[in-house]
C-alpha cells in the first residue's frame, strides 16, 4: 500500500525537523602548529622586488641578505629577522607569525626596520605543504588584496612570494619573491 500525498509529506517534513534538530558537528581544525618549524635557524636569501607589479612588472631590484627565524611561546609563535643589501642600500626588518588553536590558522605581522611601521596581518594556512596567508594593503593609495606563499618546502631550501591583486583575486601579480637556502639550523 502506497502512502497518501499527504502522508509522505508530513514524513518528509518530519525528517527535515528530525534533522535540522541533531547537533551540529563542529569540525576540528587540523593541528597546524608546527607548520613554520620548517623555518627555524639562518637562511640566505636572494630577494627579487617588482616595483610596478600591476604594469608588467618589468623593473625589478634583486636583494641578497640573511633571514633568521626562531621559534618563541614553544612554537606557538615564529620571529623572523631579515637583513638584505641591494642597489638602493641596507634593507632591515622583522616579521611575527603567531599561531590561533581554535581557528587552526596563521597570522603574520610584517614591521618594517627603517620606519618601524606594523602592515596589516595576513591571515591562513597550509595544506599540503603549501602555505597561504591572505590580507589587504595600501597600494598606491588603493586598497588591494595580498598573498603570501610558502612553496617548494625542503629541508634547506623554499621560497616565498607575496603577490597583489587590484581584482578581488582573480588575477594576482608578483610583487616580491624569495628564495632561501639553509645556512645552519
Not at 502522508?7 to 534533522?19: F, K, P
Not at 563542529?26 to 597546524?32: E, F, I, N, S
Not at 626596520?113 to 595600501?138: N, Q, Y
Not at 634547506?156 to 603577490?163: D, M, Q, T
Request: aromatic share 10%; with cysteine.
Amino acid at each position: 500500500m502506497t502512502p497518501s500525498p499527504q502522508i509522505r509529506r508530513a514524513l518528509t517534513l518530519a525528517g527535515i525537523v528530525v534533522c535540522l534538530s541533531l547537533p551540529a558537528r563542529a569540525q576540528t581544525p587540523r593541528d597546524g602548529s608546527h607548520d613554520f618549524d620548517f623555518a627555524r635557524g639562518v637562511w640566505h636569501t636572494h630577494v627579487t622586488r617588482t616595483l610596478d607589479p600591476f604594469a608588467g612588472g618589468t623593473h625589478t631590484v634583486t636583494l641578497d641578505g640573511t633571514k633568521t627565524a626562531r621559534a618563541v611561546w614553544g612554537g606557538r609563535a615564529w620571529l623572523e629577522e631579515i637583513e638584505a643589501d641591494g642597489p638602493n642600500g641596507h634593507w632591515e626588518g622583522a616579521t611575527l607569525f603567531t599561531y590561533n588553536p581554535k581557528s587552526g590558522q596563521w597570522s603574520q605581522t610584517y614591521i618594517d626596520g627603517a620606519s618601524g611601521e606594523i602592515e596589516a596581518p595576513t591571515i591562513g594556512d597550509f595544506k599540503d605543504g603549501r602555505g597561504e596567508l591572505l590580507g589587504t594593503e595600501v597600494y598606491h593609495g588603493r586598497n588591494v588584496l595580498v598573498r603570501g606563499v610558502w612553496s617548494d618546502i625542503t629541508t634547506n631550501a623554499h621560497r616565498y612570494e607575496v603577490s597583489l591583486s587590484q581584482d578581488g583575486g582573480r588575477t594576482w601579480a608578483t610583487a616580491f619573491s624569495a628564495y632561501l637556502t639553509r645556512i645552519s639550523n
